[in-house]
């Protein structure tokens, strides 16, 4: 009946299906046809839709565990280190142990469980139980009860409207990739590779020539030779230098003198891989103890602790403060910004990073091994150009991530009132229409 709530436990809505590894030691059982996820894999930044995982298992690996293939539309979650981890099969695929999957029944809507679990999820981890690491059980799973409308059309016009702003937040996301990409790919050939000097090296690039991505008035600006230096064949008068070199470490933290009234706090859990997912605002006599370094717009944020995590961005905004997890790299001029951040959060200085940190428990590194990091130096003029090039990919990538997080902010807040039943569908479509969305 329309307009009607029902409780139902998670067995009358769905069968719970596990996972599993199959033997490590036989290589035969990866690298096959088999999309399979584990919680790493929804670690960082991912759509509400995934297709694959890092790794693939073989038939024979499927065959080999206890691995069950999962029908499209699965919900998946994570039920250990952490419980909480969600997203929904786009295909056919399989999980390790990590997760306990839902297999929606048809006549419930699996995107509207699927955000009743993102909504819930302090609620599972009440169920869970061990003393080291908490896990929730298949059997503890399927006897949650969940609220939902009787009628599925309804259910599925909850989930719409989420998914509509969910939506919005991943094509921001693809498009800050692409973005993104680009801005790495320029930096890679111009201070990496040095794509442009082997060009007019091999007679490719001639003075008045255009190549693809080299206009011809960038030629006199690259060298036409490499010459060796310690960390290989640079080019010739280009100097080895650090991070350190372009930049300032730690310039700035916040007193009892000079801390404002309101803490706007960029911690490494809410960080991930170029994204502040979310910003967490402070009364400033309860903001956490880590939260003392003043954040400048064109700072790059490097986390020190895991690294391997990603946790680093290039801040955009001001009145922001970050934990004393992050090193803060605050470039020298303007023009430096682009290559700090792009030279210090590559994804090679990234590993290099993970494979220095010390501790058994939480691997970090000291900030100044960050600012240790080593680069080329070219002519000033060239920095600029980079500036120029790669400076509006990244601004547009900083306005990307603040549409998506008021996004985010207006799916949490409308999420729990829609799964509750305390506003219709019909009135927050009329919110949203308000706001242009």
């Known amino acids: 009946m329309a307009g009607e709530w029902v409780e139902k436990a998670i067995v009358d809505i769905a069968d719970v299906a596990g996972g599993s590894t199959p033997s490590t030691r036989d290589p035969e059982n990866f690298d096959g046809d088999v999309p399979w996820i584990t919680p790493k894999d929804l670690a960082g930044p991912h759509p509400r839709y995934v297709s694959r995982g890092e790794r693939n298992l ?72 061990g003393s080291t690491f908490k896990e929730l059980s298949g059997s503890a799973l399927k006897q949650i009860r969940i609220r939902l409308p009787a009628d599925r059309s309804e259910q599925r016009a909850i989930a719409h409207i989420l998914g509509t702003l969910d939506d919005k937040i991943e094509l921001n996301r693809r498009m800050s990739e692409t973005l993104e990409a680009m801005a790495r790919a320029l930096f890679k050939s111009w201070f990496v590779d040095f794509d442009p000097v082997r060009a007019k090296m091999e007679g490719r690039w001639r003075r008045g020539e255009s190549l693809p991505g080299l206009p011809a008035h960038l030629y006199g600006l690259f060298p036409a030779r490499l010459v060796d230096s310690e960390l290989g064949e640079i080019p010739e008068g280009w100097e080895v230098g650090t991070l350190g070199d372009v930049c300032s470490l730690n310039p700035e933290v916040w007193t009892k003198e000079t801390r404002p009234s309101e803490i706007r706090y960029v911690d490494l859990s809410n960080t991930k891989w170029g994204r502040i997912e979310t910003v967490t605002v402070y009364p400033a006599a309860e903001a956490p103890s880590r939260a003392q370094r003043v954040l400048r717009p064109g700072d790059t944020i490097v986390g020190t602790v895991r690294p391997a995590n990603g946790s680093y961005a290039l801040i955009s905004e001001p009145g922001l403060t970050g934990s004393t997890g992050f090193a803060v790299l605050r470039p020298n001029k303007p023009a430096y910004a682009e290559v700090v951040y792009l030279a210090a959060t590559s994804r090679d200085n990234i590993d290099t990073l993970a494979h220095l940190a010390d501790g058994a428990a939480y691997p970090a590194v000291r900030p100044e091994v960050v600012a240790a990091t080593p680069i080329v130096h070219p002519d000033n003029d060239l920095l600029e150009r980079l500036a120029s090039a790669s400076g509006p990919l990244l601004a547009k990538m900083a306005t990307n991530e603040r549409q998506s997080r008021t996004l985010a902010a207006l799916r949490d807040a409308l999420l729990p009132k829609l799964i509750s039943g305390e506003i219709r569908v019909k009135d927050a479509e009329r919110f949203l229409k308000e706001r242009g969305l």
């Open 58 to 129: 073989s038939r024979k690996g499927l065959q080999s565990c206890s691995a069950q293939l999962l029908p499209e539309n699965s919900v998946l979650l994570s039920s250990r280190a952490p419980i909480g981890y969600l997203a929904i099969a786009a295909n056919p695929l399989a999980t390790n142990q990590g997760f306990r999957s839902l297999v929606v029944k048809p006549d419930y809507d699996h995107e509207y469980v699927y955000y009743w679990l993102s909504a819930n999820v302090e609620q599972l981890e009440r169920h869970a139980t």
